[in-house]
């Protein structure tokens, strides 16, 4: 399949960290003192605060199943934290979304009322806020309103509803029997795909899946070949065929990448450890020209040989592809303004 993706070979940053190279890859920026907290939005964040909702009653913004370092929305406030699912398709029994679960006894009009009361009590502080969070809590507590009583979206995040033969090109389906994570500890996720490619398809602007299974310190080899490759090329495989039949691969991009890559080294376990100094990422759709390798390592894959990318340069690529204005500020808790990239560049060699 790969006539339909191409990989840049030469991308490199300078944190072995995995919360610290994950700050970098969501966001473009260093991370704080704290890596597991923003101090900069994430991409996601940033297109849903410039671009806001291709479909209104939808998020612009979801995360699968919930978030992980560096996806937050930092200074620009909760309205435009990512959708989380909570709710894991990788899990045993039929994928239900609790936030669009009512609590037993109550119905619309209740829930309706329960909102106008909220509000009336949000407005006691509403007129001492200082600082706005009561302006960005009503926009967050409206597009939750729309989301939860929204037939459309409930639709779109309903799993059980797609082919069996469709969640069976995927793998594994979570309404059978769930096989418990392999010797190597890799979980089932690969019906997160099918999920993500279900909420754009609906019109999610952007559909961060996390697959956290990274480390291979220990029997590298063995652990990828027997866990985590099969399912991967499986899901990746899948993702992309269906994109394609369906006729959204060309308005779709797709990443997929990690933090960083791994030493050239097997160390001491027959594994190899944390290496930011030279990785690899696949990309396809959005006008991505497949069967192309951009960049090279050196011989031994410890650093770029040529024409060296940064992590900035893929969000850059991904930003122009949904119409993010890069140059824009946004100013932080302190009143400094940032702009969405300090650097980095669309990789023209995909297209």
Not at 95 to 109: H, T, W
Not at 110 to 115: D, M, W, Y
Not at 175 to 181: G, I, L
């Amino acid at each position: 399949m790969m006539d339909k993706w191409s990989i840049i070979r030469s991308l490199n940053h300078h944190d072995a960290g995995h919360s610290n190279g994950d700050q970098i890859c969501f966001t473009g920026y260093n991370p704080g003192p704290d890596p597991n907290l923003n101090i900069h939005p994430s991409c996601g964040s940033i297109a849903s605060k410039q671009l806001g909702s291709e479909v209104p009653d939808l998020p612009s913004y979801v995360m699968i199943p919930k978030q992980v370092p560096g996806t937050d929305a930092a200074y620009l406030g909760p309205s435009f934290r990512p959708f989380e699912t909570i709710s894991d398709p990788a899990n045993d029994g039929p994928f239900q979304v609790k936030s669009f679960d009512i609590p037993r006894g109550l119905d619309f009009k209740r829930l309706a009322g329960r909102r106008q009361l909220l509000g009336n009590l949000d407005q006691l502080r509403r007129e001492i806020d200082q600082n706005g969070t009561m302006t960005a809590m009503d926009r967050f507590q409206q597009q939750a309103w729309e989301i939860i009583s929204s037939p459309k979206a409930k639709e779109a995040f309903n799993l059980d509803a797609e082919p069996v033969k469709v969640r069976e090109r995927y793998g594994f389906i979570p309404a059978f029997k769930a096989p418990t994570p392999d010797r190597c500890g890799v979980p089932a996720w690969s019906q997160r795909f099918l999920l993500a490619r279900r909420l754009v398809e609906a019109g999610v602007r952007l559909v961060t899946v996390d697959c956290r299974w990274w480390d291979t310190h220990v029997q590298g080899v063995e652990s990828m070949r027997e866990g985590f490759l099969p399912r991967w090329d499986q899901a990746y495989s899948a993702l992309i065929e269906d994109l394609h039949a369906r006729g959204l691969l060309d308005t779709t991009m797709v990443l997929a990448w990690g933090e960083f890559g791994r030493t050239p080294k097997m160390n001491a376990k027959a594994g190899r450890d944390h290496w930011p100094n030279v990785f690899s990422a696949a990309m396809a759709g959005g006008g991505i020209q497949g069967g192309r390798v951009v960049g090279e390592s050196d011989s031994k894959g410890s650093v770029p040989k040529r024409n060296a990318k940064s992590p900035q340069d893929v969000l850059a690529t991904i930003y122009r592809h949904l119409g993010v204005d890069t140059n824009t500020s946004y100013t932080d808790n302190n009143g400094r303004p940032h702009p969405v990239l300090m650097h980095g560049e669309p990789i023209g060699e995909l297209f």
